[in-house]
């Protein structure tokens, strides 16, 4: 009897010891808020993630998510998603003294902030509606390193239609 107890025993220690399955990052979860020039850039539009991929575009000489900063007066950044046709988010925010917080930039002379949703033919542009809450926050950054924050706004197509980028976030390392 002592020897059954002892085997069972013995077989369920065996079994536990095995290897845990790796788990594959989910490609659709937003990335995590971190600090630390981790090239990522991630939304919620219209609740779909939208998570921009890190890649050298060898072609165009560029790379598929880059950022600019400049003493806190000026953060640009854009962002693809490969995996919904390149579609990109451009956050371009200018700091405001006296308000003590980024303002988003809405016309063309300073390259407006505007999701491009090019799932349709020839691109969508969206830009900001100004009237809807709309905000670029920078959590951390590191001159000439990185510069990490949230992002937020609500965007109109020229035919109309709205789209709702919320839960932004982004840490990218600066060229």
């Known amino acids: 009897m002592k020897n059954i107890v002892l085997y069972t025993m013995v077989l369920l220690v065996a079994m536990s010891c ?31 993630p939208f998570v921009a991929d890190y890649e ?5 000489g560029d790379v598929s998510i880059s950022a600019e900063f400049q003493d806190l007066k ?6 693809e998603d490969i995996e919904l046709n390149r579609s990109s988010i451009t956050l371009r925010a200018y700091y405001d003294t006296d308000k003590k917080h980024y303002n988003l930039a809405t016309d063309s002379v300073h390259l407006p902030t505007q999701y491009i949703d090019y799932r349709s033919f020839g691109g969508r542009p969206y830009r900001i509606i100004e009237s809807e809450p709309q905000w670029v926050k ?6 000439n390193e990185y510069v990490s924050g949230t992002f937020q706004f609500t965007g109109v197509s020229s ?12 840490d990218i390392a600066i060229d």
């Open 56 to 60: 050298v575009i060898p072609w165009g």
């Open 138 to 143: 920078v959590h951390s950054f590191k001159n």
């Open 159 to 170: 035919e109309g239609d709205t789209v709702r980028i919320t839960d932004g976030r982004f």
């Open 74 to 79: 000026y953060v640009g950044c854009r962002a």
């Open 18 to 48: 095995k290897d845990k399955p790796e788990v594959e990052p989910d490609k659709w979860a937003l990335p995590s808020l971190t600090s630390e020039g981790a090239n990522t850039f991630g939304c919620l539009i219209d609740g779909e």
